[in-house]
C-alpha cells in the first residue's frame, strides 16, 4: 500500500501507541476520584495539556480537550456567538472543512446570517474582502489556516489584525497546518484554534481548542468540572495521552518538516504533469502545505480514478475525508474553478514525514498508467 492520503487521517506513531498502552491497561482510573490511583492521572492529563500548548505556543491553562476537531470548531463559534447574542452575523469562506460550513448552515436556519467569502482561482483570500465583510453586527471571524483539499494558506496574521482593529473574535480552524507549519499563537492575534490528533499521528477521537486567555468561552458540552468546567466528560485518559505524546514529537521534527516533505511532493507533481496531458495543479503554487498537493485530471471522472488507484494501492482522494460518502462534488474546488468540471475531475494527495521517494516514484507511475487506461476506454467508447 502507497498511503497518500495524510490530509484525512495519519497512522498512530510506535511512541505514541507505547505511551498510551499503560492507560489502557494498568492505569485505567477516573482522574476526577478522590483517592490515588484514580486522581493521579491529572498530572499525567497536565503532561499532555503542556505539549499541545507548546506546539502552538501557548499557555497550558489555553488549552481545552475535546472528542475532535468538528467539536472544537463548533465550540469556538458558539462561544463567540454566546459571548456577543446581540450580534447576529458571521464570517466565515466558501472553502472552510464541512464542520464550520455545516454549522453556519445550521446557524442561519436560526436566524443568523452569514458570508461566505470567496477566493479566487488559487485558492487565495483577499484581505479585502474580510474587511468588507465584517460589520457592526459580526460576532465572529471564522477563517482556517490551510485547506484540507488543496493545502493553501491563508494570510492568519492579518485575518487576526483586522478582527483585533474591529474588536471581533477570530476563530482559526488550524487542524491541517498544526505540526507542518510553525504556529506562535503569541505572535497571531487568534482568539480560539482548533487542532485535532489523528493529523499529527495521534489517535482519533481526541481534540483540543486553544481559547485566548482574555477571549470569553462559554461550554458547547455541559457536564462535570472537567477541563476547569468548560468542557463536561470523564476525561479520555488515553488519547489525551497520546495527543500529548503526538505534539511533542510534532513540535520535535517541525523544524526538519518542510525540507523533509517538500522535495517529494514537488517530485511527485513533477512526475505526472509532465506525463500526463491536460493535467493541471489546483492552488497557488508557493502559497500552501508543503505536504499537499491537488490536481485537476481533465475529462476523467476523479471516482473511477481513486477505484483503480485503489486496486494498484495507492490511497487518495477526491477530497475531505468527512464527505466521501457524499455525491456532491468538491465544494473547494467549485468556490475556486466554477466554470467546467474541475470539482468532479479532482484528486487530492498529502505526504507526511513517513513518505518515501520509493513510495511518490510508484504512486506517480500508477497515476500515469491509469488516466492513460481511463482515456483509451473513453475514446474507444466515443468510437463505438
Known amino acids: 500500500m502507497i498511503y497518500l492520503d495524510h490530509n484525512a487521517t495519519t497512522a498512530i506513531l510506535p511512541e505514541v501507541l507505547e505511551a498510551m498502552m499503560p492507560y489502557f491497561t494498568s492505569e485505567w482510573g477516573n482522574p476526577s476520584s478522590s483517592y490515588k490511583f484514580g486522581s493521579k492521572l491529572k498530572s499525567v492529563i497536565a503532561i499532555a495539556r503542556e505539549h499541545v500548548a507548546e506546539l502552538i505556543g501557548a499557555h497550558p491553562l489555553e488549552i481545552i480537550f475535546t472528542s475532535c476537531a468538528t467539536e472544537s470548531n463548533n465550540s469556538a463559534i458558539h462561544a463567540a456567538l454566546r459571548a456577543h447574542p446581540a450580534r447576529r452575523h458571521i464570517v466565515t469562506s466558501a472553502v472552510e472543512h464541512s464542520s464550520v460550513l455545516n454549522y453556519c448552515m445550521a446557524l442561519e436556519t436560526e436566524g443568523y446570517s452569514v458570508t461566505y467569502l470567496p477566493v479566487d482561482r488559487d485558492g487565495l483570500l483577499k484581505l479585502a474582502d474580510v474587511e468588507e465583510a465584517i460589520t457592526d453586527e459580526t460576532a465572529v471571524v471564522s477563517l482556517m489556516w490551510a485547506n484540507n483539499e488543496t493545502g493553501v494558506l491563508f494570510p492568519v496574521k492579518h485575518i487576526g489584525e483586522i478582527c483585533r482593529s474591529r474588536g471581533i473574535p477570530y476563530h482559526c480552524d488550524a487542524v491541517q497546518a498544526a505540526g507542518k507549519v510553525p504556529i506562535d499563537v503569541k505572535g497571531f492575534p487568534v482568539d480560539y484554534?482548533?487542532?485535532?490528533?489523528?493529523?499529527?499521528?495521534?489517535?482519533?477521537?481526541?481534540?483540543?481548542?486553544?481559547?485566548?486567555?482574555?477571549?470569553?468561552?462559554?461550554?458547547?458540552?455541559?457536564?462535570?468540572h472537567q477541563e476547569r468546567s468548560l468542557r463536561g466528560g470523564?476525561?479520555?485518559?488515553?488519547?489525551?495521552?497520546?495527543?500529548?505524546?503526538?505534539?511533542?514529537?510534532?513540535?520535535?521534527?517541525?523544524?526538519?518538516?518542510?525540507?523533509?516533505?517538500r522535495p517529494l511532493r514537488d517530485t511527485f507533481e513533477e512526475d505526472i504533469l509532465t506525463s500526463i496531458p491536460n493535467a493541471e495543479l489546483n492552488g497557488?503554487?508557493?502559497?500552501?502545505?508543503?505536504?499537499?498537493?491537488?490536481?485537476?485530471?481533465?475529462?476523467?471522472?476523479?471516482?473511477?480514478?481513486?477505484?483503480?488507484?485503489?486496486?494498484?494501492?495507492?490511497?487518495?482522494?477526491?477530497?475531505?475525508?468527512?464527505?466521501?460518502?457524499?455525491?456532491?462534488?468538491?465544494?473547494?474546488?467549485?468556490?475556486?474553478?466554477?466554470?467546467?468540471?474541475?470539482?468532479?475531475?479532482?484528486?487530492?494527495?498529502?505526504?507526511?514525514?513517513?513518505?518515501?521517494?520509493?513510495?511518490v516514484r510508484s504512486a506517480a507511475t500508477a497515476v500515469t498508467n491509469s488516466v492513460a487506461q481511463l482515456r483509451l476506454g473513453l475514446s474507444a467508447a466515443c468510437v463505438n
Do not use: W
Not at 479520555?236 to 526538519?256: C, F, M, S, T, Y
Open 193 to 224: 484554534l482548533a487542532l485535532t490528533g489523528h493529523k499529527i499521528h495521534a489517535p482519533k477521537g481526541i481534540g483540543a481548542l486553544y481559547v485566548r486567555r482574555k477571549a470569553l468561552m462559554s461550554p458547547f458540552v455541559y457536564g462535570g
Open 234 to 261: 470523564t476525561e479520555n485518559v488515553p488519547l489525551i495521552v497520546g495527543l500529548g505524546k503526538g505534539a511533542e514529537l510534532a513540535r520535535k521534527h517541525l523544524p526538519d518538516y518542510e525540507k523533509t516533505v
Open 284 to 359: 497557488d503554487k508557493e502559497q500552501r502545505l508543503s505536504n499537499t498537493t491537488s490536481l485537476t485530471f481533465h475529462g476523467i471522472e476523479s471516482e473511477a480514478l481513486l477505484i483503480l488507484l485503489d486496486h494498484e494501492g495507492v490511497c487518495a482522494s477526491s477530497g475531505s475525508a468527512c464527505l466521501a460518502d457524499s455525491d456532491d462534488p468538491s465544494h473547494v474546488i467549485k468556490a475556486m474553478k466554477p466554470e467546467g468540471l474541475a470539482a468532479r475531475q479532482s484528486i487530492r494527495f498529502s505526504l507526511s514525514r513517513e513518505t518515501t521517494e520509493l513510495d
